[in-house]
């Protein structure tokens, strides 16, 4: 269990539902106008904060496709994270990618907050907010999100939401509102292996596929996390394979 949180300030003494019942409001209305084109498949985030939490990160993503446009296409992305108390953790990212067309390359990068806004089990579910700024290396793109986080425990499954409104601007981009959506349910069947099928959605883009996650243990505060895993895309709008790795060390 994590610690609970002091009431002091306006918005801790408020129940998080209220807060995120606007959240969801404003999403609701952000996704009736939207045009999401952006890759939504990528990672799927847990509410929670560790307060002693510093992390490197490396995720990996490689599309698999009969268009040859987008047939190998890679993203890399290395990361360092640290908490900031138990509620909030800031995250910097490099991103490389290459396509068919171009070699690999530093493209982008991104700073990211995540903030626990209830104590685990304190709900019906556990509630979080995500905010990322991303720029683009050698183009005037920038893309901001905020993700509503949400998760709910059933004896031996966990369910995990992340919906995110998303808006891209720039001198090289059409300036839009997207939405996206991403899910997992797993089973906690130990602390190495948990099997789990995630299911992703955004414009051009429906994926549904298994995935495997675990983590190993190598003494107190450090632990490896990993996951593996292919999404199919569901309609011929989308990839056909999208294979997403990643690794976290925890020290």
């Known amino acids: 269990m994590h610690k609970r949180f002091p009431t002091n300030g306006f918005l801790s003494r408020l129940p998080p539902i209220l807060i995120l019942r606007g ?18 498949i990528d990672k799927i985030y847990h509410p929670y904060v560790n307060p002693l939490e510093r992390e490197v990160e490396l995720r990996a993503l490689v599309v698999q496709d009969e268009d040859e446009a987008i047939d190998g296409s890679q993203v890399y992305r290395v990361a ?8 909030l953790r800031g995250e910097f990212y490099l991103i490389g990618s290459n396509t068919p067309a171009s070699n690999l390359a530093l493209t982008a990068y991104e700073l990211e907050l995540k903030w626990q806004l ?16 991303e720029a683009e ?12 986080l949400m998760e709910k425990e059933l004896g031996q499954w966990v369910g995990t939401l992340n919906l995110s409104a ?24 130990s602390v190495k292996f948990e099997p789990a099928v ?24 450090r632990k490896l ?3 593996l895993g292919v999404i199919l895309g569901v309609d011929s709008k989308s990839p056909d394979q999208v294979w997403r790795a990643m690794l976290e060390y925890e020290f």
């Open 23 to 40: 959240l969801l409001l404003s999403l609701s209305m952000v996704t009736a106008t939207a045009h999401a084109d952006g890759f939504v």
């Open 80 to 87: 360092l994270a640290r908490a900031f108390g138990d509620r």
């Open 118 to 133: 209830t104590e685990q089990g304190e709900y019906f579910a556990d509630w979080g907010l995500l905010f990322e700024l």
């Open 137 to 148: 290396r050698e183009e005037d793109i920038q893309e901001f999100r905020s993700s509503v």
């Open 166 to 189: 998303v808006y891209e601007w720039g001198d090289d981009i059409r300036n839009e509102w997207e939405s996206q959506l991403a899910a997992q349910l797993r089973y906690r069947y």
């Open 198 to 221: 995630e299911f992703y959605s955004g414009q051009d883009v429906i994926g549904l596929g298994p995935v495997a996650l675990g983590q190993v243990r190598f003494g107190k505060g």
């Open 225 to 227: 996390r990993w996951e």
